[in-house]
């Protein structure tokens, strides 16, 4: 493709013109030798379709630098100026502008390729810290309810603005047989102090229609809210499903897809995981029990990272039990505060937050790492117990100071993490209204540190924490002794248990005995050894304290388990019985099916 | 996903100055905002996904250093874009020049792959065998629209030569991409 020794020039010119640096003379020129040169026209040609492919060439995966850089920052020399300064910053004027950039950005064409699950998570954080306001509207088509009604539908509206302030309302719009049906409208408004929630109350769902007690609504108001007390009325998983992402494991990409003409990628995950995304728009009424292992496929829109559909269901059965979709979505820039005002009625409960300054000693106990959030609301809890908060966005992290050995919570299951360089932390993944969280022990003081970061980020806050030491071993509350078992206890629990009876690589990874008057207790949890998949554990539970099953409205089946009666609660996952020498046992294990957990149930009681 | 480059929008000014004084969300969003448009030109300058991306991070922790002394006078992104070349001039002093380029080109083509794949490791390809002085003024005014004058101040050389520079970077890339380049442009 030599050109002639004339057309040298005009080449030149060619992509100077390209450029839009041709003079109107020289492009004179250009044009009248284009009408002559057809091998000139053809460069021509060349050119623009350079450019073109030069610029629409499908681009790599581009990699998320954004921690590691800030991280590095934070370590620069200027570091305290630094950090001292962005605290004052008049933040309202930068969140401004922060969300003019933010709706600015070149849209769905720029969004990286993502291949990894945790690519996922990482992402759907990176947007959830920059977001401030939120409205939605959600369509919500529920199937399996009762066997008289084949399906129901709601519409959801949503307001929030971060980090606490939260509106859902929920209206029934099914066209029920007879009038006799409760609808299921629910109202929450939850404000930093105070959270305010409406709900139908009524009979049990296998008793409608024809039910005696009179349909109502019930009302309940919780003042002097902790900050972040709980998932349930701020359920934020339904802005950007931080909760339901917040461990990648066992979240499965399925790919990119379109909803509603936006690019969204589409995961799934088990309802245990989901929990927090699923139960964000039923806080309360009466809904379809979903069971943990029930499939959930959800769609995020690939620019804001908020569920534009999710749906649950249970393979092999067809139709989803729970199909909702998102009509609108967006971020306004204000939203009158009055929708976040919540009313004082009904049962008011206090949850006995006052604001306080920590104490000198506590505050040497602080991260030095905080993820990048902003110091939030502190003070002291109806337990007397330090509180300190700090957020970003919809991110916050919560950390509760007690003296050691004066909580006899450590009865949950707790995986044992390395955080820092010498820390042990105690890990707990997230139940309902719980976020997940870590335990640190040391210095006479127990920390509780519970947020809704990336685990990994997580564990990184609580090794920036100066407290080095392991759980008590012994603890004491309301006259009973609570003894964490011994390494030697544990492992006499793997042989007698894990290796015949429990599914392969499940090791008894801590369990806790308790006495006192009434009898005694002993729990003891596994988990699968290289894993650290949330929901997984298997927790055997004795009792010599419970002498008859305890009540439940739940939906339960009946079972034999070597002569005695027992019932398995699908939505728990657990099974409980009375053995023949008259002690209660249970075994939950939401990850497992009913024959599997039968079949442990039987061993042991035949062992 | 078939990424739209070309002319990479200026940040708001507001952001801007809330990051040089100090304001660390500010910075963190300048961060999210432009990591993917600094890490693709980087890898068409390096062509190792692995050295783009640790230029990357050291380009951005250099523009939080260097912050304080940017006062407008050019683009945001062409004051970054400068940042990561001299990162990549860096590395490649440190290591000798583009050595990783030889080791990928030739092995990335894989019969499985989609038109848009196959075409974008030929573009790949073809701009890995054009010299740097010739690679680095085509990638910042064909691939992410930046003037020519804009061009010759970040690599320090006279608007002229960056006219010859780029117009020869083309006339190469032409040649090797063949005319079909039209046809697959429009596929594309």
């Not at chain 1, 199937?143 to 859902?168: N, Q």
């Not at chain 1, 979903?290 to 649950?312: K, Q």
């Amino acid at each position: 493709m030599t050109p002639e020794p004339r057309c040298a020039r005009f080449r030149r010119l060619i992509s100077m013109q390209l450029d839009e640096h041709l003079t109107p003379d020289d492009a004179q020129e250009l044009d009248r030798h284009l009408g002559e040169c057809a091998a000139c026209r053809a460069f021509e040609a060349s050119q623009h379709a350079l450019r073109r492919t030069l610029r629409l060439a499908p681009v790599a995966q581009t990699p998320d630098v954004t921690d590691a850089v800030m991280l590095r920052i934070t370590r620069e020399p200027n570091r305290q100026v630094w950090e001292a300064r962005w605290r004052l910053t008049a933040i309202a004027g930068v969140a401004a502008a922060l969300v003019v950039l933010a709706t600015s950005f070149p849209v769905l064409e720029r969004t990286p390729q993502i291949a990894q699950a945790a690519d996922v998570t990482r992402l759907a954080f990176a947007a959830a810290g920059e977001l401030d306001t939120y409205r939605a509207t959600f369509e919500i088509v529920e199937r399996g309810w009762h066997p008289d009604i084949e399906e129901r539908r709601f519409r959801a509206d949503v307001w929030y603005r971060a980090p606490e302030k939260f509106r859902l309302e929920v209206r029934d719009r099914t066209r029920y047989p007879t009038g006799s049906w409760p609808r299921n409208d629910i109202d929450v408004v939850s404000s930093p102090t105070r959270s305010w929630i409406r709900q139908p109350y009524a009979c049990p769902t296998q008793a409608l229609p024809g039910c005696a007690i009179q349909a109502g609504v019930e009302e309940r108001t919780i003042v002097r809210r902790q900050p972040f007390d709980g998932t349930s009325l701020v359920p934020t998983d339904i802005v950007v499903p931080l909760e339901t992402l917040a461990t990648s494991d066992a979240l499965n990409v399925v790919g990119n897809e379109r909803i509603e003409g936006r690019a969204s990628l589409h995961v799934q995950l088990s309802y245990r995981q989901a929990f927090p995304l699923v139960d964000a728009l039923r806080p309360g009424g009466s809904w379809v029990p979903l069971l943990p292992l029930d499939r959930v496929d959800v769609w995020l829109d690939r620019e804001s990272w908020f569920p534009l559909r999710y749906t649950v269901s249970r393979p092999p059965q067809e139709h989803p039990f729970l199909e909702v979709s998102a009509t609108d979505f967006r971020r306004p820039g204000a939203i009158d505060e009055r929708f976040f005002d919540a009313p004082r009625r009904g049962i008011v409960r206090s949850g006995g937050f006052v604001r306080r300054e920590l104490p000198e000693g506590l505050r040497r106990l602080l991260p030095q790492y905080t993820a990048g959030l902003r110091p939030y609301r502190r003070g002291r809890n109806g337990a007397g117990q330090s509180v300190v908060s700090f957020t970003d966005g919809l991110s916050f992290l919560k950390i509760t100071f007690d003296r050691m050995g004066s909580r006899p919570d450590i009865d949950e299951p707790a995986e044992v993490v390395r955080v820092g360089e010498s820390s042990l932390g105690y890990y707990r993944p997230a139940a309902p209204r719980l976020p997940r969280r870590i335990d640190l022990f040391g210095r006479g003081r127990h920390a509780r540190i519970e947020s809704n970061l990336r685990r990994e980020q997580l564990a990184r806050v609580a090794g920036s924490m100066s407290l080095r030491g392991r759980a008590p071993r012994v603890t004491r509350s309301g006259g009973l002794l609570v003894r964490r078992l011994t390494r030697s206890q544990l492992e006499d629990a793997d042989v007698g248990t894990a290796h015949d009876v429990l599914p392969d690589g499940y090791r008894a990874m801590g369990g806790w005995s308790s006495s006192g008057a009434g009898g005694r207790e002993l729990a003891i949890v596994f988990l699968p050894s290289q894993t650290a998949l949330e929901g997984s554990e298997i927790r055997l539970f004795r009792s010599t304290r419970v002498h008859q099953l305890p009540p439940t409205s739940e939906d339960m089946v009946g079972v034999d388990v070597e002569g005695s009666a027992a019932r398995w609660s699908r939505e728990r996952g657990e099974l409980e019985w009375i053995d023949a020498a008259g002690i209660y046992r249970a075994i939950t294990a939401p990850s497992l099916d009913l024959p599997s957990v039968v079949h442990i149930a039987r061993e042991i009681e035949s062992a | 996903l078939i990424a739209l480059e070309g002319e990479v929008e200026e940040p708001d000014p507001r952001v801007i100055s809330a990051a040089r004084a100090g304001d660390a969300r500010a910075f963190e969003s300048l961060v999210r905002r432009y990591q993917a448009d600094v890490y693709r030109f980087v890898l068409h300058l390096i062509r190792d996904p692995q050295a783009a991306e640790d230029i990357t991070q050291e380009s951005f922790v250099r523009a939080f250093r260097f912050l304080r002394r940017y006062r407008g006078d050019s683009r945001f992104t062409t004051w970054l874009f400068s940042i990561a070349r001299n990162c990549v001039v860096d590395e490649t002093r440190r290591w000798g020049r583009r050595h990783r380029v030889a080791d990928r080109v030739g092995r990335e083509r894989d019969a499985s792959m989609s038109p848009d794949q196959t075409l974008a490791v030929e573009v790949r390809e073809a701009l890995a065998t054009l010299p740097q002085e010739l690679l680095e003024p085509v990638v910042l005014i064909d691939v992410f629209s930046l003037s020519y004058r804009e061009t010759a101040e970040m690599l320090s050389v006279a608007e002229g030569t960056i006219k010859s520079r780029v117009h020869r970077a083309r006339e190469q890339l032409i040649a090797l991409l063949g005319p079909q380049g039209e046809e697959r442009a429009d596929d594309a």
